[in-house]
Structure formats: structure tokens, C-alpha cells
């Protein structure tokens, strides 16, 4: 019973040693203290905890980090939105004098169109591939320029149609009108014809959605109109069903400085804290149609101009006041966001480096902390062996004997 005892005492204390001394090893290699579970559980737990905050952290960076580039070029795009429209309030300002030319006053109404087209540029701003003026309606422009007649396509499954054609069950036909700002969206449901939607078209010109100079039927050769009767108005039409064909809008009927808004109302939002979330766009419809009508303002004062009317290119340059006052206060908003987004970028920044100091705390060890200890290791391990190297045959032959 000694031998045996002795052997397996000794038999122990080798395993023990080799394993401090692959232990210290490893930590020299790692730079870190625990390397499995077993090593320490307690610390082990605090840092999977640490490792899901951590996590966490960096997600939120990474989303501010896709979205604070996107808003900037957004906030950049409303800068030259208002620096358009500052100048236009001086071209009406100017125009409104009554001592210009009918020459000079018509080349002030060039500089507007051109205003106009750079406020619809602005207004279609993308970045890497999504318009950021669409609401979720990311992947088409916004704003496009608006035509009096629409057709639909002789690509139609159902030509010619008939009042009494049947449309495609849950299909969209969307109409956009550049003088309302508003977008009528017929859903078709089963039993729906054609009249179905020439009535829902109707309804929507008496409710104001469409304007007064809307209609909409079939015509000679078959296929489904929709216009306006006012050459100054314009609309943008869209379906996907194909009982209709794609609607095209009918050639030298484009409307002049006339663009409707085809996107929608919607704003995204992203996390970007435990309990944080920032909306992450502004609808083109919001910034430049709704409430002082930024587009509608500028297309006023260039009908003014042409016109030479001074009362009314005055009345139209305070629609322009007007206007650059809404975008401002549009703008505020989304600078204020940006400001919170930095801000945040910064706090995550200080909590991610305290979650890496404490992690190395509870985990790392220092290059001399781990090189004293395996040298400690390796002499323990030596000792170990150079006692075993003794005792082991010395206790074999006595127990053979």
C-alpha cells in the first residue's frame, strides 16, 4: 500500500506540474489568463456578458456609421435646396420692380427654370444607389417630370379594352399630380373592370386629390387615358397590372416645369442605442410639396415672370419667402439628428474602450506577469521530475524485492 501510494502521489504531482506548465504556456502565447471556461468560471461569465454589451456596441457604431454619411449628403442637398431659393427670392425681388425689360424679365424667368431644374437635381439626390428623398421608396427618383396624357401600353393582355374589362386582383395603378402634390393609389379587388378605376379616378378629382382637369377613359384605339385638360397641370402615371400594360406618358405632351412626387410618405429609422432610435430620412413630398410647396412656389413665380405681371411676381416671390422659411425648418430636424448621431458615435466609442479595458482585466495577463509565471511553472515542472526520477525507481525495486 506505501508503494502504490507513493506512485500515485508522484504520478499526480507530474500531472499537476505539466499542466501549470502548459497552462503558463499558453498564457505567454495568448496574452490572456483564461483561455476555457474551466480556467476561472466566475470571470469567465462576467466576459460573455462584457462580449453580448460589446456586441451590441459595435452593431450600433456600424449603423451609425452607414447612416450619418447618407444623412450628411441629405443635409448637403437641402443646403443648396435653400441657397437655390435665396437666390430665387432675389430674382423676384428683382422682377417685381416693374422697371425691367419684357427681355430682361423673361431672362429672369430662364434663371428660375434653371433654379427649378436644380431644386428637382437635389431632390433626386441618391447615395450609393438609394435616392434619399423617397420615403422607402429608395431605388427609383423621386421626382419626375409630369406629362398631360398617359396611356396604356400595347403590351396590354387585353386589348382593346372594354369598359367591362376585368383588372388583376390586387394590382396598383397610381396616379401623381404635379399641381396637387397628392398621389391617388387604386388597388384593384376582385370584380374589378376598368370602370371600376375611371370611377375611382373621378371620385378622387371631386375629393381634390387629382386636380379639377383630370379624366380618365378609352380611347380610340382601345387603350385606357388618363389627362388633364389644363395644359399648365401635369401628372406621373404608373400600374404593374398587366390587364392594363405599363402606362406611358404620350409624346410632346410633357408639361414645363411641371413634377410630380412618386415616392411615398414613409421614414426609415435605425437603432443606434439600447434605447435609441433616429429616423433616418425626410420624405421628398414633406420637403418639397407639403406645406409651403417649395415646387409649386418656384413654378408660380416663373409663370409670373413670363407673364410680366409685377403684382403677381410679387405675390409669387412671398410664396418664395415663404417657401425658403418651410425648408429651413425642415432642415432643423435632420442637422439636430446628425448632431445626436455624432455625439452618439462618440459615446460608443468611450463605452466600447471601457468594455475592452475591463474585458483585459478579466481575462489578460501582462507579458512579465505570464513570463514569471511559466518560469515558475518550469521549475516546478523540473523539480517534479527530478524527485520522481528518485523516488520511482528506488520504490520499484524495493517492491520487487
Known amino acids: 500500500m506505501r508503494v502504490t501510494s507513493m506512485l500515485a502521489d508522484i504520478q499526480y504531482q507530474m500531472q499537476q506540474s505539466q499542466q501549470a506548465l502548459a497552462t503558463a504556456t499558453q498564457q505567454v502565447s495568448t496574452g490572456l489568463r483564461i483561455n476555457q471556461l474551466s480556467d476561472d468560471p466566475a470571470a469567465s461569465s462576467s466576459m460573455v456578458i462584457s462580449l453580448g454589451v460589446s456586441a451590441n456596441v459595435d452593431a450600433y457604431t456600424s449603423n451609425i456609421g452607414s447612416v450619418l454619411p447618407q444623412m450628411q449628403t441629405a443635409d448637403s442637398a437641402i443646403s443648396s435646396i435653400v441657397t437655390s431659393l435665396n437666390t430665387a427670392l432675389t430674382l423676384g425681388t428683382q422682377g417685381a420692380t416693374g422697371t425691367n425689360s419684357a427681355s430682361?424679365?423673361?431672362?429672369?424667368?430662364?434663371?428660375?427654370?434653371?433654379?427649378?431644374?436644380?431644386?428637382?437635381?437635389?431632390?433626386?439626390?441618391?447615395?450609393?444607389?438609394?435616392?434619399?428623398?423617397?420615403?422607402?421608396?429608395?431605388?427609383?427618383?423621386p421626382f419626375v417630370a409630369a406629362s398631360t396624357t398617359y396611356t396604356s401600353s400595347k403590351g396590354s393582355v387585353a386589348l382593346p379594352l372594354a369598359s367591362t374589362t376585368g383588372l388583376t386582383n390586387g394590382l396598383v395603378t397610381t396616379v401623381s399630380d404635379a399641381t396637387t402634390g397628392d398621389t391617388y393609389?387604386?388597388?384593384?379587388?376582385?370584380?374589378?373592370?376598368?370602370?371600376?378605376?375611371?370611377?375611382?379616378?373621378?371620385?378622387?378629382?371631386?375629393?381634390?386629390?387629382?386636380?379639377?382637369?383630370?379624366?380618365?377613359?378609352?380611347?380610340?384605339?382601345g387603350q385606357f387615358s388618363i389627362g388633364t385638360n389644363n395644359p399648365a397641370d401635369g401628372i406621373v402615371v404608373s400600374t404593374n397590372d398587366p390587364a392594363l400594360g405599363s402606362m406611358s406618358a404620350v409624346a410632346g405632351t410633357a408639361v414645363a416645369n411641371a413634377?410630380?412626387?412618386?415616392?411615398?410618405?414613409?421614414?426609415?429609422?435605425?437603432?443606434?442605442?439600447?434605447?435609441?432610435?433616429?429616423?433616418?430620412?425626410?420624405?421628398?413630398?414633406?420637403?418639397?410639396?407639403?406645406?409651403?410647396?417649395?415646387?409649386?412656389?418656384?413654378?408660380s413665380l416663373i409663370s409670373a415672370l413670363k407673364s410680366g405681371d409685377t403684382s403677381k411676381i410679387g405675390t409669387a416671390t412671398t410664396a418664395i419667402s415663404a417657401a425658403l422659411n418651410y425648408v429651413s425648418q425642415q432642415r432643423v430636424p435632420l442637422d439636430n439628428t446628425i448632431s445626436q448621431l455624432n455625439a452618439q458615435d462618440?459615446?460608443?466609442?468611450?463605452?466600447?474602450?471601457?468594455?475592452?479595458?475591463?474585458?483585459?482585466?478579466?481575462?489578460?495577463?501582462?507579458?512579465?506577469d505570464a513570463a514569471t509565471n511559466l518560469s515558475q511553472a518550469?521549475?516546478?515542472?523540473?523539480?517534479?521530475?527530478?524527485?520522481?526520477?528518485?523516488?520511482?525507481?528506488?520504490?520499484?525495486?524495493?517492491?520487487?524485492?
Open 104 to 141: 430682361n424679365t423673361q431672362a429672369i424667368a430662364t434663371q428660375v427654370e434653371g433654379l427649378l431644374n436644380g431644386v428637382i437635381g437635389q431632390g433626386n439626390t441618391s447615395f450609393q444607389g438609394v435616392f434619399l428623398f423617397g420615403g422607402t421608396e429608395s431605388i427609383t427618383p
Open 346 to 368: 462618440s459615446s460608443l466609442s468611450s463605452e466600447k474602450l471601457t468594455l475592452t479595458t475591463q474585458e483585459t482585466a478579466l481575462v489578460g495577463i501582462s507579458l512579465a
Open 378 to 401: 518550469s521549475l516546478d515542472n523540473s523539480s517534479v521530475l527530478a524527485a520522481a526520477g528518485k523516488i520511482m525507481p528506488q520504490t520499484l525495486l524495493d517492491y520487487l524485492h
Open 259 to 299: 413634377y410630380a412626387y412618386v415616392g411615398n410618405g414613409n421614414s426609415n429609422s435605425v437603432q443606434v442605442g439600447e434605447s435609441m432610435s433616429v429616423p433616418t430620412n425626410l420624405p421628398g413630398n414633406q420637403l418639397l410639396v407639403s406645406g409651403a410647396n417649395v415646387i409649386g412656389s418656384l413654378n
Open 185 to 221: 393609389t387604386f388597388t384593384a379587388t376582385a370584380g374589378d373592370t376598368v370602370a371600376s378605376l375611371i370611377t375611382a379616378i373621378g371620385n378622387a378629382v371631386s375629393a381634390g386629390t387629382l386636380s379639377s382637369g383630370v379624366t380618365a377613359g378609352i380611347n380610340a384605339s
